[in-house]
């Protein structure tokens, strides 16, 4: 068998939670348009007949800012180590590659690929003298996909399995991630409050699932962190309109992904700061 570990890295937004559910044929990360959306290092396992690729979507690449983002970047490392194929992925509207990371990749003795993704969003031969460009750097292979119009991944799943070593399974067939429910619950109210809320919101909210009891209906109790008493009235709205519906949106998703009726009860809580604490933030599941 084929099998191997293969690390989606870039910068944020570029499409590499989409690439990983696209690959799987499932939802399971999540996506949304704000850059910063994966917080985490998460597995996702294609079991074929004679191979098996564990991909690793990470967290986008930036300069920490504080504790949490450097978690970020911690999960984006033992990604890296991890690895034994890096696919080095682009959007083909910004292309900014790491050339001394990419050339540190592949002195470490990784397989690289540049993974060109969104390519639907331009005109087809604008993108070869790019390729061209590319071509100077050491990369293994230069792969042109849309991972949201399934766009070239064929060829990129053909291609990765010829690259990866053999070996036995990791995994058992049927096992898709390596994590367990209730952080794909959490994963979900943490999308929704990236969709309805704006500013700084998003990024100063943490999710933790404090119960999951299983009856007529899964009954799940979640609190959402934030920075400030003022971003606890923001997510609240007015009357608790907002958290309503955050909490309608969210019991939807969650039903669909655990494919049984849900009973999700919402609180907001405040911790002051909690991204600058390395405490909170290990505490609150990052790195
Ligand atoms: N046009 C186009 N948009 C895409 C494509 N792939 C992803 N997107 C969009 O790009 C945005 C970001 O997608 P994500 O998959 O969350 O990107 P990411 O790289 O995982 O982002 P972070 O987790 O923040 O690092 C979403 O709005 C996607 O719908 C594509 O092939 N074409
Ligand atoms: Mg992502």
């Known amino acids: 068998m084929k099998v191997g570990w293969v690390a989606i890295v870039g910068v944020p937004n570029v499409g590499k939670s989409t690439l990983l559910n696209k690959l799987l044929h499932e939802r399971l990360v999540i996506i949304t348009p704000k850059p910063q959306t994966t917080r985490h290092r998460i597995l996702g396992i294609l079991t074929g007949e004679d191979y098996q690729i564990i991909f690793i979507d990470t967290p986008g690449i930036i300069n920490p800012a504080h504790e949490l983002h450097r978690a970020m970047m911690r999960a984006v ?37 540049l993974v ?13 003298p790019w390729i061209d460009e590319y071509s100077k750097l050491p990369f293994d292979e230069i792969i042109p996909i849309s991972a949201m ?8 799943l053909e291609t990765t399995i010829k690259y990866l070593p053999e070996g036995d399974p990791f995994f058992p067939p049927d096992q898709v991630s390596d994590r367990p429910e209730r952080f794909f619950v959490q994963e979900l109210i943490r999308e929704k409050i990236y969709k309805l809320y704006g500013e700084e919101i998003p990024y100063a909210a943490s999710v933790e699932i404090e119960e999951m009891r299983n009856g007529k209906k899964t009954y799940i109790k979640a609190t959402i962190w ?8 923001i997510i609240i709205g007015k009357n608790g309109e907002k958290i309503k519906k955050l909490g309608r949106y969210a019991r939807e998703e969650i039903e669909g992904f655990l494919q049984r009726p849900v009973y999700l009860e919402l609180w907001v809580k405040t911790k002051k700061n909690w991204r600058k604490n390395p405490y909170e933030v290990k505490r609150m599941g990052y790195g």
Request: aromatic content about 6%; glycine content about 4%; overall charge neutral.
């Open 77 to 113: 490392d033992v990604a890296l180590k991890d690895a034994d194929l890096v696919y080095w992925m682009i959007d083909v509207e910004q292309r900014e590659v790491d050339e001394n990371l990419v050339r540190k990749l592949k002195d470490g003795g990784k397989t690289v690929f």
């Open 116 to 128: 060109i993704n969104k390519v639907d969003k331009i005109w087809k031969p604008k993108l070869l």
């Open 149 to 156: 119009k399934d766009k070239g991944l064929d060829d990129l």
């Open 226 to 233: 934030v920075e400030k008493d003022s971003q606890k009235k």
